[in-house]
């Protein structure tokens, strides 16, 4: 994969993000989410891990460098003499970047701690934005709660990727977290339930209970994710996600709901 200097798209990355409640399954969608980019060739695809206890490179099989939290840190007393702080961190976000096949991975880090942010802060949105002028999507895993997505500044989401444990109050905070967004100062163009973790038997009540909370809010269903021995095996034996076969039944049911939701351009 190439860096920022050697590939000039001639428009910004479409933005996909993942909300949700803690442990249901926002980072194995995101991983799910680049495999299903890279097979699709729709890249290159930059891949933000936005959670402070970042784990999304785990299930890519990647080991992370520095973090944009650390350069931002060290922005503050590391700029060398002749150097802008701009300069400074584009070029060590840069090496920051972990290139893979098809996808690169940059990962947040820390959030600030006590002291002024404020130009760090205003920086990094800027090498942000120019970042996303060189890839076709930047995928962002967030942590549970919204404030995250805020942190990067992003203006436009492309899709919203709300998931949801296949239980009744798992389906009402997502609904509640797809109003949540609303306050936030970026549009998001789609709102899209994923129930995860669903057992084979499906239970008929968790259907209507579905299409209840839906019609309460702007979020569209997305479609059911089955709970997964494979995904199961590859978290046991630590093993990258994106070694799973197509024909996985998570990673096919997952690949349906991006087909319908991402196709359209
Ligand atoms: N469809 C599935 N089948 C089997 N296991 C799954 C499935 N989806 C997620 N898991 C497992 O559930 C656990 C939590 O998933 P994950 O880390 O993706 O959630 P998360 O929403 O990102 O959590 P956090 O809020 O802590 O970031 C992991 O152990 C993961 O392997
Ligand atoms: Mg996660």
Redesign the pocket.
């Given at each position: 994969m190439t860096t920022v200097q050697a590939v000039v798209a001639p428009s910004t990355a479409s933005i996909l993000a993942?909300a949700?409640?803690?442990?249901?399954?926002?980072?194995?969608?995101s991983a799910l989410l680049i495999k299903y980019l890279v097979d699709r060739n729709m890249v290159p695809v930059l891949a933000v891990d936005a959670?402070a206890?970042a784990?999304l490179n785990e299930?890519l099989g990647l080991e992370v460098g520095r973090t944009l939290g650390e350069i931002r840190d060290s922005m503050k007393t590391e700029t060398p003499v002749g150097m802008t702080k701009s300069q400074y961190m584009e070029m060590h976000i840069n090496q920051a970047i972990v290139e893979a096949r098809g996808f690169d991975l940059l990962v947040m880090g820390q959030p600030e701690g006590p002291g002024c942010y404020c130009m760090a802060n205003s920086i990094l949105a800027q090498v942000m934005e120019g970042l996303s002028r060189s890839y076709r999507y930047l995928l962002v895993?967030n942590?549970?709660g919204m404030e995250h997505l805020s942190r990067l500044n992003l203006r436009k989401i492309h899709t919203l990727f709300v998931?949801s444990d296949p239980s009744y109050r798992g389906v009402l905070t997502a609904a509640r977290i797809a109003d949540l967004t609303s306050a936030l100062q970026v549009k998001v163009r789609q709102k899209v339930l994923v129930v995860?973790?669903v057992p084979r038997q499906m239970p008929e009540a968790l259907t209507d209970q579905v299409e209840e909370a839906v019609s309460k809010t702007d979020l569209v269903f997305g479609g059911y994710?089955?709970?997964?021995?494979k995904?199961?095996e590859?978290?046991i034996n630590q093993r990258s996600l994106l070694e799973l076969p197509s024909e996985t039944d998570?990673v096919a049911e997952a690949y349906r709901i991006f087909d319908r939701f991402l196709l359209d351009g």
């Open positions: 993942m949700g409640k803690g442990g249901t399954g926002k980072t194995t969608l959670d206890n784990n299930l895993d942590e549970a998931v995860n973790r994710l089955s709970a997964s021995e995904i199961f590859c978290e998570a």
